[in-house]
T-cell receptor
């Protein structure tokens, strides 16, 4: 298996632009997570899905952020409009089962908003 | 609310020595703790899981302990190697969802 695949690896955009991050989880995994990592705040959970259904989006910073999972093999995280404080590394992870099951992370998307 | 704390200062040790990293939590004893390794430019990679009713877990040169009295987990790497240099993250379940919440990680640097 290729693991969790994220695209793009790097994204540089200007403030106010729409940004879409993409994730393909490991086949058969029923949980998908979006995390954001910064030096100041570490690795923060934004939202997670179970069987394509959003379960907890309390970590999403504000209405500018939205996430979808239209099917078991694809998820997007969208920021519209983007702001410089959104600059971070965004990770997607998947797991087989929730709770204590180990997470498999993608390589992340380094987002820079100028 | 529960906080999970890891030493923010990097740990520098000599090759061959045992590295010990600490993960402290503040309130209730979590049902489990996980440890991950993260290399620069990469996502975290799972290493070990220890549950509340377990005192110790081992995997090759890695050992994790869980002390509910001290509210602490220790992560040991014996016979450390320069290739072990990375950031190590601990994670615990968060409230009723039991989804992992991560500490900020501790950087380990093993000098040859």
């Amino acid at each position: 298996d290729a693991g969790v695949i994220q695209s793009p690896r790097h994204e540089v955009t200007e403030m106010g632009q729409e940004v879409t991050l993409r994730c393909k989880p490991i086949s058969g995994h029923d949980y998908l997570f979006w995390y954001r990592q910064t030096m100041m705040r570490g690795l923060e959970l934004l939202i997670y899905f179970n069987n394509n259904v959003p379960i907890d989006d309390s970590g999403m910073p504000e209405d500018r952020f939205s996430a979808k999972m239209p099917n078991a093999s694809f998820s997007t995280l969208k920021i519209q409009p983007s702001e410089p404080r959104d600059s971070a590394v965004y990770f997607c992870a998947s797991s087989l089962g929730g709770g204590s099951e180990k997470l498999f992370f993608g390589s992340g998307t380094q987002l820079s908003v100028l | 609310s529960q906080k999970i704390e890891q030493n923010s200062e990097a740990l520098n040790i000599q090759e061959g020595k045992t590295a010990t990293l600490t993960c402290n939590y503040t309130n209730y004893s979590p049902a489990y703790l996980q440890w991950y390794r993260q290399d620069p430019g990469r996502g975290p990679v799972f290493l070990l899981l220890i549950r509340e009713n377990e005192k110790e877990k081992r995997k090759e040169r890695l050992k994790v302990t869980f002390d509910t009295t001290l509210k602490q987990s220790l992560f040991h790497i014996t016979a450390s190697q320069p290739a072990d240099s990375a950031t190590y993250l601990c994670a615990h379940e968060s409230g009723g969802s039991y989804i992992p919440t991560f500490g900020r990680g501790t950087s380990l640097i093993v000098h040859p």
